[in-house]
């Protein structure tokens, strides 16, 4: 069973930068894809940006990219969101996702992940 905890969030203002990061254990890490969604308050959960397996491959929301980069220390059994000029519609929980399956996909949102962390707040103020 593997686990995620988050850390990183917090209070920015408009414009700001802000790094989460998601240490995974219980598992293989590099064999998983490893993903960033997020919750605002009453929507769904939405994707944010994954990356595959091996770490050649990364996808990004439209909304997102541009300003966010993701990345993986599969070393460190880390993945991480590098969250740059930042807006208010940014804010939301946001969750750190394990892949599925072993060499799976990355790019089918929720369906190729099965893993979730507690969530961590990015609140982004005007």
């Known amino acids: 069973q593997v686990q995620l905890v988050e850390s990183g969030g917090g209070l920015v203002q408009a414009g700001g930068s802000l790094r989460l990061s998601c240490t995974a254990s219980g598992r293989t890490f590099l064999n998983y894809a490893m993903g960033w969604f997020r919750q605002a308050p009453g929507k769904d959960r939405e994707f944010v940006a994954t990356i595959s397996w091996g770490g050649s491959s990364t996808f990004y929301a439209d909304s997102v990219k541009g300003r966010f980069t993701i990345s993986r220390d599969n070393a460190k059994n880390t993945v991480s969101l590098q969250m740059n000029s930042l807006k208010p519609e940014d804010t939301a929980v946001y969750y750190c996702?394990?892949?599925?399956?072993?060499?799976?996909?990355?790019?089918?949102?929720?369906?190729?992940?099965?893993?979730w962390g507690q969530g961590t707040q990015v609140t982004v103020s005007s």
């Open positions: 996702a394990g892949g599925a399956r072993p060499f799976g996909s990355s790019r089918n949102g929720e369906r190729d992940f099965a893993s």
